[in-house]
């Protein structure tokens, strides 16, 4: 896979293995805005960082351990399911799901929805940019 330099007009260039719709390309860097404003030492999201966040089990919203993979697996371009629900979920993954990462309004979301379910609380504009930087690159 090649890896692609996306510019951001926010000063900051981050470096993704897939190419990021110019609305999310903006949103990463709005987060990556907001991100700075809490922890001025940060230069950029972080894959490990956000696979730590994506994989580390917590006491969720409905009191028993859970983390991200609970749900979306640690193959992300496979189905996951949803545990309470039992839904299918379609693949996290970009490659495998072209319509992930495609529409700012649903990234933003499922963000919520997600980091409610597992951490019982919103991701920071750090977290939430590790995440979905995790996310894109992974393998």
Request: with cysteine; proline share 4%; glycine share 6%.
């Amino acid at each position: 896979m090649v890896r692609v330099v996306i510019a951001l007009s926010m000063v900051a260039s981050l470096t993704y293995a897939y190419t990021l719709n110019p609305q999310m390309q903006e949103f990463m860097g709005t987060l990556l805005s907001e991100a700075k404003k809490q922890n001025p030492n940060l230069k950029e999201f972080d894959y490990a960082r956000g696979e730590k966040i994506f994989t580390t089990d917590q006491i969720g919203k409905k009191g028993k351990k859970i983390s991200c993979v609970t749900c979306h697996t640690t193959d992300l371009s496979k189905n996951g399911l949803n545990e309470n629900t039992n839904k299918v979920i379609k693949p996290l993954s970009p490659s495998a799901n072209p319509a992930r990462f495609s529409d700012v309004k649903e990234v933003k979301k499922w963000l919520r929805r997600n980091f409610q379910d597992v951490y019982n609380r919103e991701g920071t504009a750090q977290e939430q940019g590790d995440v979905i930087t995790y996310i894109i690159n992974k393998k």
